[in-house]
Each structure stands twice: as C-alpha cells, then as structure tokens.
C-alpha cells in the first residue's frame, strides 16, 4: 500500500488508477466527466463556475448585515474590522459561509448517516447501508477541537490584485476563515463502530445540500473523497460550534470538521458516507480544489493542507489619525501547525516583530498587536508576515495556479493616514 500521509503520493496513484477505470467516481458517470474536461485529461478548463452570481436570492439563512459580511452570491466573507475587540473564536454571527448551492434546513430527529461500500465489514450496499442517528451520534463519546475552517480559495482576488494574474472563482479578500471550537465524534469512532477494514483507503463524504450543477452538467452531491489516514486522524463530526448546535448554514445537524485542510474537505450537511477499498474520486479533487497551472503537473496537485497566512483587524482602506499611538492587532495561521513568529513592516523596508496575545494552536491561529504611531500623513501599506512551527514564511509572491487556490503572500494592506 502507497503511504497514505502522503497525500501527494497517493494521489498519483490515484489518479492513474481512475485513468485506467479502476478508481471510481460516484455520482457522476465517465462521459458526463470527460465532457467537462479538454482533452479527456485531468487538467481541466478553467471553467470560473465557482464564481458567485448577484443573481441567487438568500441561499444563506444568517442574517448577512454589510458591517459584518461581503456577500459575493452564495458566499459570505468575513469583514476583518469585524473581528477586532473579539475573543479568540470567530462568533457565528460573523463567521464566512460557503455554499455551493443554499443552505438546507433539516430535522435532526429524521436525519440519518448513512455508511457503506466496500471498506466496511460485510460491504454494505447504499441500499441497505450501516444507519446511524442524531441520538446514536450523541451518544457516543465526544471531542472538541478548536480549529479553523478555511476556504481554498481565500485570499484569491490577490492573485489578480497584487500579481496581475487572471484567476477563476470567487474573489474573496482575506475573510474565507474563521475559527471556532467543533464538538463532536471523532470520525474514526464511527467509523470503528460501522466495521471499518483494513482494507479500506478512502472515505467518501457527501452533503445533503442540492446538487451542484454548472456548464450544463449536474455534478452530483458536494462530496470530496479523505484519504483514511487523514480521516482516522484527527477528522470531527461535529454536531456543536462554540457551545451552539450547529447552526443552518455551517452543517446542521452534522458537519465534517477536517483540521488543517482546505475547507471543502469539511462536508456540510453530512448525509452519507462511502467507505471504499478502491480509491475513490470526484469532481471537487480532479477538477476543483487541485492546483493546475505551467509551473504543476499536468494532472496538477491535489489541494490538502492550508498555507500560512496574516490579516490585518482592520478596514480595507482603513484611515488612521496621524501622530497618535494607534494598536495594530491581527491573526496569522497555518495548515501546518501553529504561529512561531510574526513580523511587521509599515514602510516595505524594515519588519519588527509583533506581539503575541494569544496561544498559538496547532489547529486554529494566533492573535498578535503591533503599536504604531504614523508620523506623517499619507498613503501607507501595512505588511504581515507569519513564520509556522514548520519553518514556513510567507512569502512576496505566491504560486500561480488557474484557479487561484492558497494566496499565501504578505498582502499588502492599503491605509490612509490622515491630519485629522
Ligand atoms: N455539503 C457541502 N459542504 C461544504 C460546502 C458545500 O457547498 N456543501 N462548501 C465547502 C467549502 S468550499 C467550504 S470553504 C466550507 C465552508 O464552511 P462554512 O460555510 O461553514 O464556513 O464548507 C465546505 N463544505
Ligand atoms: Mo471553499
């Protein structure tokens, strides 16, 4: 067997294996996939259907007030302003939503998970899968893990506006992250308890959300296979958030929470789960959420682990008043562990460290200060750069990609200073 933490690896074998039609993809047939791609390859077109349209009205239940959220369609961003004077959690009132389709409302006394395939004992069938409820869920013992969820694609609008480059997909600032503290059943407990065999290699999550269609072509329930290394790991089913039953549009009843990795591998909605002895694909790794692009490979690189990041708590834009002491405050945060540094610069030039007022946790972020007394009016840009416990800084460009999947480049954050 390949080694599964190497998702990279595993990947390749994956793919080749779906190439050759031993790798299966539920839900969608061959010739819908090959429809959607240019040559019959993995290197998609860049089709720019995750982009969000004014048009849909209200697929998101929260109220979505302007000094809260940008609205872009179907997604919400979270207003960095907003997070300032707050806790260390990011309240559910201002987290980012992202929905492919809408928010579905459903019963927890009717809902069911739903497991099988051919990596469970028996190989139950989807017809008559291993069931399990609400209340059997908890029931079981439970865990809570303080973690970000974090789109792919956050930060993407600075590929175009500080590198240039055309990408597809939402142009989301920073905002696409959020933390928050999931209690739930560890997926490997349920997992344990459906018969999982050691034959096993991926695990399949589906949402109940309605089918995602685009370019004419229904691609099936949200759903993006987990290797089973990681999904034994440290993969959540979480039924709260920050002490509240989840709410409606972050996964009610049960969500996947998947620490670390970009944010679609956390189904929302969670309605079945595929457990298979045969690698397993879908759009959302061989279209979506894989970095394709001159500088990848052909079949490109499956996205897994979040890359390193800064935020500002401040307007874009934001006006200061000169010669007054004024705090910067901010979080940085990695897929690779925790924050070991963070560093400054409002010139370009010169970068002091910031102050730590926070933990730094392996799974969600660090909160850090910075005084500042401009002395000066003007236009200035503030820069953020964070160092993670593996070593990684965040550097002044970030790698290309078609679809403009983890900006992790110091962003350079626009303020005015002003004679007030
Ligand atoms: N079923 C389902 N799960 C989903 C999605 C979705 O549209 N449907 N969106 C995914 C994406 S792309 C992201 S970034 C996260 C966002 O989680 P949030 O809306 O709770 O912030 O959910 C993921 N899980
Ligand atoms: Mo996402």
Known sequence: MTALHDEAGYDRVRVAQWRDGRARMPGLNRRDLLRLTAA?????????????????????????????????????????????????????????????????????????????????????????PVELSYRDLRALPSETVTAFVECAGNGRSFFTGQQGQTVSGTAWKLGAVGVARWRGVRLATVLARAGLTRDAVDVLPEGLDPDYVTGGVNLGKVRRPL????????????????????????????????????????????????????????????????LLGPDYPAEGTPVTEQVVKSAFELPWGATLAVGQRQVLRGRSWSGHG???????????????????????????WLQWEFPWRPRTAGEYTLRARATDVTGVRQPDVAPYNTQGYLFGAVVRHPVTVSAS
């Open 227 to 290: 290797p089973v290394a990681k999904a034994l790991e440290d993969v959540l089913l979480a039924y709260e958030m920050n002490g509240q039953p989840l709410p409606p549009d972050h996964g009610f009843p049960v969500r996947l929470v998947v620490p670390s990795w970009a944010g679609i591998a956390s189904i929302k909605w969670l309605g079945r789960i595929e457990v298979s002895a045969t690698p397993l694909v879908s759009p959302w790794n061989t279209q979506y959420y894989r």
């Open 338 to 364: 925790r924050i070991r540094r963070v560093e400054v610069s409002t010139d370009g030039r010169t970068w002091r460290p910031a102050k730590p007022i926070s933990p730094a946790l392996d799974r969600g």
């Open 40 to 128: 019959g390859g993995l290197a998609l077109a860049v089709t720019g259907a995750a982009a969000g349209t004014a048009a849909a009205a209200g697929p998101i239940v929260k109220p979505l007030p302007p000094e809260l959220f940008d609205v872009y369609g179907t997604n919400a961003e979270t207003r960095w302003e907003a997070m300032r004077g707050q806790g260390y959690l990011t309240p559910i009132d201002r987290f980012f939503v992202r929905d492919h389709t809408s928010t579905p409302v459903l019963d927890a006394a009717t809902w069911r998970l739903q497991l099988f395939g051919s990596g469970l004992r028996g190989s139950p069938t989807a017809a008559a």
